[in-house]
């Protein structure tokens, strides 16, 4: 159960990931922190993989993702001038268009104690996102096995993450801890943000 949670959560990643490639690739790379572990009971635990490796609650291509509506949770930084993440028009229609349905968890000042309190007590939401996981936590929870390798994931679900990776080899090199693991997808621009004076 817990690696069929893992691997609906790495999907859903990437759906976010080909998102934010859609914005237009570029040189600006900040880490969007992202990580799955933690037993739900949405999905059926007598699942059984077909031929291909790819559970049988899957679509191993196109949308939706899942055959039958899941719910994932996670652990979200928002600020105080953005609107709810449930209420962002992209992440509802990203919801109808995968079938997977994202409780969030949102976090403000206190996204740094939050998110250490889950990390340290085991109690983890299915995915961390711009929940600002440092380097050193993706690294020392990665070895534990708390964040999955995204290593094999993407070269496998990933074909658009990996073909900008290509095109700009910078993005694994940032992605890529010191054990060669990735356990964490980057935010990538090419837009310089915008500033108001």
């Known amino acids: 159960m817990l690696k069929l949670n893992r691997f609906l959560a790495m999907i859903i990643t990437l759906v976010m990931i080909i998102g934010l490639a859609g914005c237009a690739p570029g040189s600006d790379v900040t880490d969007v922190d992202v ?22 609650y899957l679509n191993k291509e196109g949308f939706p993702i899942v055959k039958k509506p899941i719910t994932l949770t996670a652990m979200v930084y928002r600020t105080s001038a953005q609107p709810p993440w449930k209420d962002i028009l992209a992440w509802q229609e990203y919801e109808k268009m995968t079938g997977i349905k994202i409780e969030w968890e949102e976090l403000t000042s206190e996204v740094t104690e939050k998110r250490n309190l889950a990390l340290a007590s085991g109690e983890y939401p299915d995915l961390f996102y711009r929940a600002e996981v440092t380097d050193i936590e993706l690294i020392k929870y990665g070895v534990q096995g708390v964040f999955i390798t995204l290593n094999d ?6 074909p658009n993450f990996k073909a900008l990776a290509e095109k700009y080899p910078s993005l694994l090199k940032t992605a890529r801890m010191p054990d060669g693991n990735i356990y964490s997808f980057v935010q990538f621009t090419d837009s310089d943000p915008v500033r108001i004076n």
Request: net charge negative.
């Open 153 to 158: 994931l993407i070269e496998e679900y990933a």
């Open 35 to 56: 990580s799955e572990e933690k037993e739900t009971g949405t999905v059926r635990e007598d699942s059984t993989e077909v031929s291909d490796g790819v559970p049988d």
